[in-house]
Structures are given as structure tokens and as C-alpha cells.
């Protein structure tokens, strides 16, 4: 729930979720009949009271019977009102009437900048070089259907008009509008029946592009505009481009064998189409409003003596981004040769022409009006809408140039030494003539690494953002991938991010980058500019939560001052999900608790699954996500958050390694452990869901290290236990405080350290989610006897490190300063418990003998679930 939310202002509100919950309610009856209606009604009843009586008996009575049709129908209606809840939550949280906006966002950062006694200069120069590049990735969580999204829009919009009309009849009609709505969704398939293709996927990300980022981008502009003016700014230049985007979205094949080269291309083919059709859309409206006839002698120049001089310059943009769009669709569908790819420079040219001409001409209104719109969408989005990223893991590419110097007869590649490999890859790419023979041909892993590298090289350098390695370990990876580009024929080389992704990785990236820096004439190969990413859910899923988060402060610091020593920009790309468990925390508190100076070159960070709905899927979402960004990103660069002091690091030093030992002594340690996850959770069955075209484990058998991050957090929130976001560190904390002097350090890092502040205060978070009643029914229905002591163990574990939380916060009960936060926890409780309870029965159901109904009820239930708790993966 937003800030925002408080008690005082959220009548609007509670009258939306009780008019969307009366319209289910009415649709449920009418379709269901009034004897199922009455079900769900007992059931939201009982769900109630065993909260009040912290036990689930009744409740477990009623749902444990029930047929297996009877169980989807119940799954569905529960799910559905926490999704309507959702929907009047995010609409109450951006509505300018009572909620969050960019205007207001801004407004409360031009504030803090002014008491910051920053000099105009360093406010001008922050504003100036604000970069947010949000790099959407499809991951396996996100369940919901496209047309199901573009239903809860409408809900949204219809709230929306709800609220600024008082005409009972318009009323009447707008209500009629949300029933019919409502009826829709109930009647239609709630999820995809089969796995999504990347292709599906990156249409899934344009489509967040069309129906929100493209109106939200240039209107956020705008705010800025008005920040500047407040800040007494100059205006904008006009090429400033403080928001982009980019993409893994058919471009990461880090374990998908479904992302191929051929998927790479169609993907880029796909978004050039989608950016020609929505620029096309905008420059008919700009010809139909440009009928002004005074120009300068620059567009005089170019449109000789027509008599509506903008209509003649920009007709030929529009025609060349029709035809374009024509002859991509050809290529897409019936494979024909794809058109030349449009350069941003192409487009902008007869824009920057018009605007030019308009302000000469004294029309500035008409300039700064839907021209300049469409000037920044162009600079935002471009010819290719959004930049995509290619991913690969480091081994293809050590694999990829082992053949190769297998075929040229100089020896084992894989039985070099670092140093060997770094020269010889070094030498190579100062090399003018090619290093591939005419006659190679590699393996099958080999020969779609190289295809993936002609790809790139087939297309404009502005088409991408990185190339990303994940896995990598040494500064071989890196000059391996500038190798085989150079190979392919790439002109302009990606910047190649390593990301270190586990606790090693992370302690060892500084050495590795230092290594690559320090290489005679890399600094100036890749013109004294790096981009590294840094993995908040593998490094978790390895250490811990704390440990991982510890591990990740230092590297960025370490990485940063190796940089700044070498004359090397450093962009920092951050790999978050939703959950804390994957990095995720408020924007604000997590973009200020990051080390001093890891802002400069902006924030680059990953926009993941269900979380591009919730924050990015409505124009007022997406404004108040840039806006948020912007203003922790400006007080960042602007005032940088303290250095911690040198007490602070060495007892940080000491939680971390604790709490890495505690959480390795459960998760690697532990016989039982692995047992008891798949037996606890429905990790098993989220792996044969169609939840994502990416397989959930990195390879078939294995344990723990093999699943992904994504997964096993997913899992973990189902059975409310949210085990990843806290094991180990209420430990570590507890063993810390018990030395007086230690308890009095970690009070001052509490109250002046951002970094260990925001640590506690997620922890704090996830206790309050966080439900031992659920845990423990599902272990009571799940677990085999021999297992159940480590369940019993864990939610010990978890009372007594939400108890050391509340001491270290001097605070009798959790959220004991978020009233709001803490009710809403409560309320979603109701709706969520049965859908815990109900989910518990199916798997018991279904891992005894398969059936197709149970099947939907469970994904069902996990949908409703992830809605109950805001976020999944």
C-alpha cells in the first residue's frame, strides 16, 4: 500500500473495493447460482474469525471436502476479489485527488534539494545528467493473460470517472460499464493454457509500451520541466533523454534454449514495427495539427514554395515509417527480406527541423506542445522502441572459443592459464585480419552463439544496450564476447556487462574488473566506459538476504573506486526482482541506501514479470515509478548518502558471515532441507506450469543450486513462510546485540546509516507478511512426519528473529508506525487465507493422483495468492 494510504484519506478507497466486491459478489450469484454465492460468503466468514481466534479449524472443516470443480470456482472467486482489490488500491495510490503523483513526487524533491544547500550549478548538472534505463525481463511469475490486463485498465479508467462525476444517470452507465467488466473476466479464461514463446513475451513488453510508457514518458517530461522551473533551471535541452528502455525479452538465453537467433531477430524485427506504427500514428496527428503556413528559410530550403510548409516536410517521414511498417510485417510474417533499419537521426531530422522553425517563427507554444511530445518519444523509444539486451552464460563463449582455437591448431583453450587466455584474446582483437577460418564449423552450442553475434552485427548499434554474461568469473569472459563480435563484423561494439551473481562473484568482481582495466589498451578499446550488473537473487538464494545485500554494497563500492582510478565511467545495472528476497524494496529507500557515487552515471535496473504491471502497466503508475526514481536519484548525486563509519563495516562484516553461516547450515547443510522445501511449498508443481518460456531450473536434477531465484522465492511466499527474505539475519542480530557495545553500534547504524536502515525495515516487512498459522497448515497437510521438525524449527526461528526486530525498533508490534500498512496486511489476510488453505488441499490432491481440474485450481490459487501478497517473484 502506497504511503499515501493513510486512515485519513481512505474512504474513496474502501468505497471502490466495496462496490467491486458487491459487483463479484451479484456475478458470482447470478452465474454460479446463490447457493455457491452463500459458499464464498461462509467461507470469508470463517476466514475471518479464525483470525480472531488464530485458529483455522472451522475453515479447514469447510474447504477440505470440497469437490474439485467446486475448489476452482472458490480459487477463482477469492483470487478475483483480491485482484479487484489490487486495482482500486493502485488507482487510490496514483489518483491526484488523494494519492501519489509525479507532480507531487517532484514536488517534495525540489523541497529536500533546496535544504540541501546545493549550488545552482550541481542542481542544473544532477538534472541534467538524470539517466533512468528500465530493462524490462519476462521471468515466471506472471501468469495473467493479456486480455485479462487490458480488462483491469478499464476497471481502472471506469474508477477514474467514477470519481469526477456526480450525474446519477452517467453514474448508472459508468457502474453498468465495471458489471459488464466483471461478467467478462468471470466468464473467461483467467490464464494461458500453454507456455508463452519469448515472442509472446517481448509482444507482452510492447504492449506496456502502446497502452502505457508511451503517454507516461513525454507527460513525465513535462513534470520535470516543472521541477526545473521551480529549481530556477534553464530549460532542457532539446535531446535530453532522461528516461529509455531496454528489453531481455527475447533476448536472454541464459539457460532458455526457446531464445534462439532467429528469435533474437524476429524480436528486433517486431519492435521496429511496433515503434514505425505508434510513430506513424503520431506524425498523422502532427501533420493534421501543423496547418500554419510561416516558416524559416531552413524548412523554405527543404519544401521549396508549398504552402503548408511543416505539412510537406513531415508527410515524407511519415511515408518512410508506413512503408517501413509494411515491409516489417512482410518480413516477419512471410519472411522476406527485412527493410533497412531506421537510424534515430533519420526521424528526428525534419522534427528538429519543424521545432526549429516554429520557435524562429515565434509559435514557441506550438513548438513545446505535441512536436516536443513526439521529439522525446523519438529520443526515448526511437526506431526501435526499446534497446534489447543479450544474454548469455559465460560458458558458451569460453566454449565457443575453445573451438576455435582448436581449429586453428593451437592447443587446449580450456587448459590455459587466465593470463594465456587474456593475451591471446587481447592480441586477437588488435588483430585487422579475421580469426575465424572459412572452413569452421562448431557444435551446435557454438554455431547459435555465433548466429546470436551476427545478429547484433546485422543491426544498428542503437538497437541494443549490452551484451550481458551471466556467471562471470574472470576478465577471459569479458574480452571473449568483444572478440566475437569483433568476429561477426560488429562496427560499434555492446558494452559487454559481466554479472556477478553469487557471494564469490561478488567478492571477486573487483579483482576482475581491475584485471580487464589494467590490460594494455582496454580502457581504450572500450572508450573509458564499463557497465557491470550486480545479482540480487542468485547472491540471496546463495548467502542469504543480509550477507547477499553486505556482499552487494561492497562490490559496488570496490568497483566504483577501481573505475574512478582508471578514468573509467562505471554504470552500475542493477539485476532487482519484486521481493526483498530479489532486491526489492521501496524505490526510494533502495536507490538511497546504495554506496555513495553508484548513481553518477545514472540507474540502470531490471523491471521483472508482474512487477512491469504493477508499476509500469498505467500511465499513473509509470509516472509515479520515474518520478520516485528521479527524486531518490537526484538527492543521491545531489547530497550522497554518509560513508559508513569504520565500527559500521566491521560489525557489518561480522552479520554477514553470520548470517551466511546460519542460512547454509538450513539451505546446504540441513539432509532434510531439500525434502522439505519440495514437500512444503509447490516448487514441484510451478515447475510444470505455464508460467514463463524460460524452464525453472538452469539444468534438469541437481538441489538447490540448480533452481532459480525466481522459483524458489515464488515458492516460498505461496506457504507464507517468505523463507529467503529473512533466514539468517534475525540470527546474527541476536548474537550481535547481546554485547552491550555492539547493541549501541547498531543503534547508530539504525539512525544514520540508509543502507543498514532499510535492511531492518524490510525485515520488519516481511515479518508482518509473514503468516506461521499458513506455514504451519501446510506442513500439517503436506510434509511427511520425518520433516516436520524442520518446519517447526524454522517458524521458531522466525518468531524469535521478528522479536529481536521489534527490540532493535523499540516497538511492541510490527508496523507499530504504519497503520495503514498493518491494516491492509490484515484485510488482505481474509481473502488470501482460504486461497492458502485451499491451494494446501489441492497439492495433497494432486501429488496422489493427477487431475486436470486440480491442475487449474492450483494455478488459480498461486494467482490469487501472488495478488494477496502484492508481489511474487
Request: proline share 5%; net charge negative.
Amino acid at each position: 500500500m502506497s504511503p499515501a494510504n493513510t486512515s485519513a484519506n481512505t474512504e474513496p478507497l474502501r468505497k471502490h473495493v466495496k462496490l467491486l466486491g458487491r459487483l463479484l459478489g451479484e456475478i458470482i450469484s447470478e452465474a454460479e447460482g446463490e447457493a455457491f454465492y452463500e459458499t464464498i460468503e461462509a467461507i470469508r466468514r470463517l476466514s475471518k474469525s479464525a483470525r480472531a481466534k488464530n485458529d483455522f479449524e472451522d475453515l479447514q472443516h469447510l474447504l477440505s471436502p470440497i469437490s474439485n470443480e467446486k475448489a476452482l470456482g472458490v480459487a477463482r472467486a477469492f483470487g478475483q476479489f483480491l485482484t479487484l482489490a489490487n486495482i482500486a488500491d493502485q488507482h487510490h495510490s496514483t489518483s491526484h485527488d488523494h494519492g501519489q503523483n509525479p507532480a507531487a513526487i517532484l514536488h517534495e524533491a525540489v523541497s529536500k534539494l533546496q535544504t540541501m544547500n546545493a549550488s545552482q550549478q550541481a542542481l542544473e548538472d544532477a538534472l541534467d545528467n538524470l539517466k533512468i534505463d528500465l530493462v524490462l525481463t519476462a521471468h515466471p511469475t506472471e501468469i495473467i493473460r493479456r486480455t485479462m490486463i487490458n480488462k483491469y485498465a478499464e476497471i481502472d479508467q471506469c474508477l477514474g470517472m467514477l470519481e469526477h462525476e456526480d450525474t446519477p444517470s452517467k453514474q448508472v452507465k459508468i457502474v453498468a460499464r465495471l458489471r459488464s467488466l466483471i461478467t467478462q473476466i468471470w466468464y473467461s479464461r483467467d490464464f494461458r493454457v500453454n507456455r508463452p514463446s519469448p515472442i509472446d513475451e517481448a509482444k507482452g513488453g510492447y504492449a506496456v509500451v502502446e497502452r502505457s510508457l508511451w503517454q507516461a514518458v513525454p507527460d513525465f517530461l513535462r513534470e520535470l520541466d516543472v521541477m526545473r522551473e521551480q529549481l530556477n533551471l534553464p530549460e532542457a535541452k532539446l535531446d535530453w533523454t532522461p528516461v529509455k528502455f531496454s528489453s531481455w525479452m527475447g533476448g536472454d538465453r541464459d539457460g532458455n534454449p526457446n531464445v534462439t537467433a532467429a528469435i533474437t531477430q524476429e524480436t528486433l524485427l517486431l519492435s521496429q514495427w511496433q515503434a514505425a506504427d505508434l510513430l506513424s500514428h503520431d506524425l498523422n496527428t502532427l501533420i493534421e495539427e501543423l496547418s500554419v503556413t510561416e516558416c524559416n528559410q531552413s524548412v523554405r530550403d527543404h519544401v521549396g514554395d508549398a504552402h503548408e510548409p511543416y505539412r510537406s516536410l513531415l508527410r515524407p517521414l511519415r511515408d518512410l515509417l508506413e512503408t517501413q511498417r509494411t515491409g516489417l510485417m512482410h518480413a516477419i510474417k512471410d519472411d522476406k527480406a527485412a527493410p533497412i533499419p531506421l537510424t534515430k537521426a533519420q526521424v528526428l531530422a525534419p522534427l528538429e527541423l519543424t521545432y526549429a522553425s516554429l520557435h524562429e517563427c515565434g509559435m514557441s507554444i506550438i513548438a513545446k506542445g505535441l512536436l516536443l511530445d513526439v521529439i522525446r518519444r523519438v529520443h526515448a523509444f526511437g526506431p526501435h522502441l526499446v534497446t534489447l539486451d543479450i544474454r548469455q552464460e559465460s560458458g558458451r563463449h569460453s566454449q565457443a572459443i575453445a573451438e576455435i582455437v582448436a581449429a586453428l591448431g593451437l592447443g587446449d583453450y580450456h587448459q590455459w592459464t587466465e593470463s594465456e587466455r587474456c593475451e591471446f584474446l587481447l592480441k586477437e582483437l588488435n588483430n585487422p585480419r579475421p580469426l575465424l577460418p572459412r572452413s569452421f564449423t562448431g557444435s551446435d552450442e557454438v554455431s547459435e552463439v555465433l548466429q546470436t553475434t551476427r545478429v547484433i552485427a546485422n543491426h544498428p548499434r542503437e538497437a541494443f544496450g549490452a551484451y550481458v554474461i551471466s556467471m562471470a568469473s574472470s576478465a577471459s569472459d569479458v574480452l571473449s564476447v568483444y572478440l566475437l563480435m569483433k568476429e561477426a563484423g560488429c562496427q560499434s561494439m555492446l558494452p559487454v556487462a559481466p554479472l556477478f551473481e553469487t557471494l564469490s562473484d561478488l567478492q571477486n568482481a573487483q579483482s576482475v574488473v581491475q584485471q580487464l582495466l589494467e590490460l594494455e589498451g582496454f580502457c581504450d578499446y572500450i572508450k573509458h566506459y564499463m557497465m557491470v550488473m550486480i545479482g540480487y537473487s542468485d547472491s540471496a538464494k546463495d548467502a542469504g538476504v543480509l550477507a547477499a545485500s553486505w556482499a552487494q554494497y561492497q562490490a559496488q563500492e570496490a568497483l566504483i573506486k577501481t573505475c574512478q582510478a582508471k578514468g573509467v565511467a562505471l554504470t552500475l545495472f542493477h539485476g532487482r526482482g519484486g521481493t526483498i528476497g530479489r532486491g526489492g524494496a521501496p524505490a526510494q529507500a533502495a536507490l538511497l541506501s546504495q554506496p555513495p557515487g553508484s548513481l553518477a552515471q545514472g540507474l540502470r535496473v531490471t523491471e521483472q514479470g508482474e512487477m512491469i504491471r504493477t508499476k509500469l502497466g498505467l500511465p499513473a503508475l509509470a509516472g509515479n515509478t520515474l518520478a520516485l526514481y528521479s527524486s531518490a536519484i537526484l538527492q543521491a548525486n545531489v547530497s550522497p548518502p554518509p560513508k559508513p563509519k569504520q565500527e559500521w563495516r566491521e560489525l557489518m562484516h561480522r552479520l554477514a558471515d553470520a548470517s551466511c553461516q546460519h542460512y547454509r547450515d538450513y539451505v546446504r547443510h540441513n539432509p532434510d532441507f531439500l525434502v522439505y522445501f519440495r514437500e512444503a511449498t509447490p516448487e514441484q508443481e510451478l515447475a510444470n506450469l505455464p508460467l514463463g518460456s524460460r524452464p525453472a531450473r538452469r539444468r534438469s536434477g541437481g538441489g538447490i543450486e540448480t533452481l532459480r531465484a525466481i522459483p524458489w522465492i515464488f515458492a516460498w511466499s505461496q506457504n507464507r513462510l517468505l523463507l529467503p527474505a529473512w533466514l539468517g539475519a534475525g540470527q546474527a542480530l541476536a548474537e550481535a546485540i547481546k554485547d552491550s557495545n555492539h547493541q549501541s553500534v547498531i543503534q547508530q547504524m539504525i539512525a544514520d546509516w540508509p543502507f543498514f536502515r532499510t535492511r531492518i525495515s524490510m525485515l520488519e516487512m516481511v515479518f508482518a507478511k509473514a503468516d506461521l498459522l499458513i506455514a504451519e497448515y501446510y506442513d500439517d497437510t503436506l510434509v511427511s512426519a520425518d520433516y516436520l521438525p524442520l518446519g517447526i524449527a524454522l517458524r521458531q526461528q522466525l518468531q524469535q528473529d521478528a522479536t529481536t526486530v521489534l527490540d532493535l525498533l523499540n516497538q511492541d508490534q510490527l508496523l507499530q508506525h504504519d497503520e495503514w500498512g498493518k491494516e491492509s496486511i490484515r484485510l488482505r489476510n481474509i481473502y488470501t487465507a482460504p486461497l492458502n488453505l485451499l491451494q494446501a488441499e489441492l497439492l495433497r490432491r494432486e501429488r496422489n493422483q493427477s487431475d486436470t481440474l486440480v491442475e487449474q485450481a492450483i494455478m488459480v490459487s498461486i494467482a490469487g495468492v501472488a495478488a494477496g501478497m502484492r508481489n511474487t517473484g
